[in-house]
């Protein structure tokens, strides 16, 4: 059974950092493309980031360009996201995800709260 787990979410004032860990079992996505999305409140879903599977390639939205980092550790499973300098904005649920495709997504965790107070 696949399983991604998501971990290090939690509160913090805006300009803190915070960094999530998504852990998988269950088989390898060693040569997956990883990704990053979040969801807020009353708000669909929306892509973060993402990274190929030997992370020489990254994908950022615009909102968290220059402040959030995917990385990934294909030893441990593990895709990271250090997000540096947050906004109120960036308050959401985090998910990872596995890369099927260019844009398509499967096997998905079930989210780590992130808080961000002004």
């Known amino acids: 059974q696949v399983l991604l787990v998501e971990s290090g979410g939690g509160s913090v004032q805006a300009g803190g950092s915070l960094r999530l860990s998504c852990a998988a079992s269950?088989?390898?996505?060693?040569?997956?493309?990883m990704g990053w999305f979040r969801q807020a409140p009353g708000k669909e879903r929306e892509f973060v980031a993402r990274?190929?599977?030997?992370?020489?390639?990254?994908y950022y939205a615009d909102s968290v360009k220059g402040r959030f980092t995917i990385s990934r550790d294909n030893a441990k499973n593990t895709v990271y996201l250090q997000m540096n300098s947050l906004k109120p904005e960036d308050t959401a649920v985090y998910y990872c995800?596995?890369?099927?495709?260019?844009?398509?997504?499967?096997?998905w965790g079930q989210g780590t709260q992130v808080t961000v107070s002004s």
């Open positions: 990274i190929n599977r030997n992370s020489a390639i990254k």
């Open positions: 269950g088989r390898t996505f060693s040569t997956n493309a």
């Open positions: 995800a596995v890369a099927v495709g260019a844009t398509t997504y499967d096997y």
